[in-house]
């Protein structure tokens, strides 16, 4: 018996209870000891029948991710299902928390389940890139049938307990005690002399399957957008088909076959990456998790556009009650209206309640008085992107108020320590940049000031958790990190298709990595505009030696500022947001490569992919060397969660590894012999290429 897993009797039934924190994960000592508990129950003649429950907060949330891609210790999981299922005595499990992946799986070997009302279950594991690989694609479509089980095998998300037991995945959900009340259930069970089920042998319902063929083709027809490029809810989708193809023994073989393919594919590599760095991403060395926060109850917004909105509808979506303040009532009426017409879009189309609408817009209050900030916890600024409106806005804030109250600005390129210069209080000064539409994208980048303090780091990371960001701490440059990466990516882009490639073969490459759409298509989305203005404050400064393309310029002369114009770098019909390629922008481009004297050449995708990729990755590397960035994994989740990096590529730093970085380095350096300075290789990818390392030894030291 391993101290992880227990058993002992209460009354006639015998209670195993996995004991394994944090999450009761199925490592070796809980396989084995689930097995040795087994036995003893069913040696103890006292006990009528057996329970397998999660001590602490959970059931077995899943495998041990720590034991992926190393040889397996017996017992298989495999085994130790098929013993729970074939038992004698009648075993239920008793879920709560989470009976996640191999979790649930044990739960399907056993004859039957009860849950409190509060527990999930789910398959997430083709969310790693993998598929449930201990009889789950065999027995949940044996249970609730093809249909039903298809979406959680290979969508991965984790079903309510009251969902679970309508499908008929939970047989009893338990009010009160969940021992008292399993153990409860179990006996009655056996009073009522109910029969062992043994899902393995219940055919009927992949039978029925067997009926409707297109099924399959229908189901991966209605995945197919959301999972493009992926591998695994592919292979998902085969191994349930070989539930209803193959008797049970066999389809278990096929569904060990397919978790192999996934196991071994380097998609799965670069989403267990992915996922690890999501945990990591938030460790800030020198401000721990007991950094005091102050409490955040009230919260302010300036400036009700695009992003303030967003913004404000974050805080309400917490409960927290925001004030939103305008220069202007009609800004500020528009800006209300858009608000509304999120929500009521939400509601059509059934994801939230009209009450919870209700009870969401009564926190936002939108106002020209400024004194309405007088009480707020923090103050979130999304003025227009002008150094000095900044300024004022500071100014202004720092005299209104409370002296603990932290100020935050949404500044996407502005230097924040010289906005915190406005104020008495650069230490509560801090930058937190949402990605647009801000309402949507999980991605924060929380901006580190010099004088921010670890308090107000720490206030807003707490924040941040409170919202559902996924925030990663940057320092204060020029872009932070992902626009100052995104830099090189968009003038690459711009380049090659003055060299002879067309926008849309851009996007075509692009898209066909991965990424939801191409920098062209992107550009037109976000509106060419604010770029425009941007380049047009740094004019003065540029180099008049470097290189520039001026076609994205001579677009927003012509009123061409992307979707939201109708036209951009492509064509828009009305009311549709698909590009069309536009013969007025393939000119523009034609008479800017002839002004510059370039000739104009067939460009190879290979060639396109490189140059849009490679410039993230080199200016990655000078993020990290500048300490911009903690983490090379931690750019990777900056990449995957605000510009569709494709996260089965695991973030461009991730990549830039499985590339190899001396191959990336020799090909950097090659595109510096060709095209000049842009390309000047980062001295730290220099460095680990020459030592034969990849960012990731960088983590590790
Ligand atoms: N749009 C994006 O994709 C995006 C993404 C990240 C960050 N940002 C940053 O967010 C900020 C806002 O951008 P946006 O796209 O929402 O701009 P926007 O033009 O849509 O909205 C700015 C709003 O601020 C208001 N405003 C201007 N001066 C004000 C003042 N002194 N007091 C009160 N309100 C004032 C304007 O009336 C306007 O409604 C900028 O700093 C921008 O760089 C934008």
Not at 433 to 450: I, Q, Y
């Amino acid at each position: 018996m391993t101290d992880v897993v227990s058993y002992e009797r209460h009354g006639t039934i015998g209670v195993i209870t996995v004991n394994n924190p944090p999450v009761n994960a199925l490592s070796v000592g809980v396989r084995r000891g689930i097995v040795d508990s087994l036995s003893r129950g069913l040696a103890d003649g006292a006990a009528t029948a057996l329970v397998i429950m999660g001590g602490g907060r959970t059931f077995i949330a899943g495998a041990d991710i720590r034991e992926f891609g190393q040889p397996l210790a017996p017992p298989d999981l495999n085994e130790v299902i098929a013993w729970f299922e074939d038992s004698p005595k009648l075993v239920v499990a008793a879920l709560h928390g989470t009976a996640l992946g191999g979790g649930l799986e044990v739960a399907l070997g056993c004859h039957y389940r009860c849950a409190v009302g509060s527990a999930q279950v789910g398959f997430p594991e083709v969310k790693l890139g993998l598929l449930p690989g201990a009889g789950g694609t065999q027995r949940l479509p044996r249970l609730i049938g093809v249909e039903p089980a298809l979406p959680i095998i290979a969508g991965g998300d984790p079903l309510p307990a009251s969902k679970a037991q309508a499908l008929g995945i939970i047989d009893e959900i338990v009010a009160g005690d969940l021992r008292d009340g399993a153990v409860a259930f179990a006996a009655r069970l056996v009073a009522e002399r109910r029969p062992l089920r043994k899902i393995s042998a219940s055919d009927g319902k992949v039978l029925t399957a067997r009926s409707t063929p297109g099924l399959f083709d229908a189901f991966r027809g209605s995945i197919e957008r959301q999972a493009r490029g992926y591998f695994a809810p592919f292979r998902c989708v085969e191994a349930v088909q070989a539930a209803v193809t193959l008797p049970f023994a066999e389809g278990l073989r096929r569904e060990r076959e397919l978790f192999l393919e996934c196991m071994q594919s380097p998609q799965s590599r670069a989403q267990i990456h992915a996922f690890f760095a999501e945990r990591e991403v938030t460790k800030i060395p020198d401000v721990p998790k007991e950094t005091p926060t102050q409490p955040i109850m009230t919260a302010a917004v300036i400036g009700a556009g695009t992003m303030g909105g967003g913004i404000a509808m974050n805080f309400a979506n917490a409960g927290i009650p925001v004030q939103v303040v305008e220069a202007a009532q009609t800004a500020l009426d528009r800006g209300i209206e858009v608000i509304r017409n999120n929500y009521a879009a939400t509601v059509e189309k059934g994801r939230l309640t009209q009450a919870d609408m209700d009870r969401r817009l009564a926190l936002i209050h939108g106002t020209l008085a400024w004194d309405a900030v007088a009480d707020a916890d923090i103050v979130i600024e999304a003025v227009f992107e002008e150094m000095g409106v900044k300024k004022e806005v500071f100014a202004r804030l720092d005299r209104i108020c409370k002296p603990s109250a932290i100020l935050a600005t949404n500044t996407s390129t502005l230097d924040v320590d010289e906005i915190a210069t406005a104020t008495a209080r650069p230490e509560k000064v801090i930058g937190t940049h949402f990605f647009s539409p801000a309402n949507v994208m999980r991605l924060l980048e929380v901006v580190r000031g010099a004088k921010s303090s670890k308090e107000t780091i720490a206030t807003v990371a707490e924040l941040a958790r409170r919202i559902r960001k996924v925030w990663v701490l940057a320092g204060n440059c020029d872009g932070f990190i992902g626009n100052r990466m995104l830099a090189g990516y968009l003038r690459e882009a711009a380049f090659l298709v003055e060299e002879g490639a067309s926008p849309e073969q851009v996007d075509k490459v692009i898209y066909d990595f991965g990424f939801p759409m191409g920098p062209f298509a992107m550009s037109d989305l976000a509106g060419l505009d604010v770029g425009w203005r941007i380049r047009k404050g740094k004019a003065a400064t540029r180099p008049t030696t470097q290189r520039y393309s001026p076609v994205a310029d001579r677009l927003c002369e012509r009123g061409r500022f992307g979707q939201k114009t109708g036209a951009g770098w492509f064509r828009y019909a009305p009311g549709s947001r698909t590009p069309r390629p536009d013969p007025e922008v393939e000119a523009l481009i034609v008479a800017s490569a002839r002004a510059q004297g370039i000739e104009r050449r067939a460009v190879s995708d290979d060639e396109i992919l490189e140059r849009c990729i490679y410039p993230l990755i080199n200016e990655g590397a000078r993020i990290l060397e500048e300490g911009i960035a903690l983490r090379p994994s931690d750019i990777d989740i900056i990449y995957i969660y605000g510009y569709g990096f494709p996260p089965y590529r695991g973030g461009p730093m991730y990549y830039a590894d499985t590339l190899g970085l001396k191959r990336v380095y020799d090909d950097i350096a090659a595109y510096h012999r060709a095209h000049g300075e842009f390309w000047q290789p980062a001295p730290l990818l220099t460095r680990l290429a020459e030592e034969g390392k990849g960012f990731r030894d960088l983590a590790r030291a």
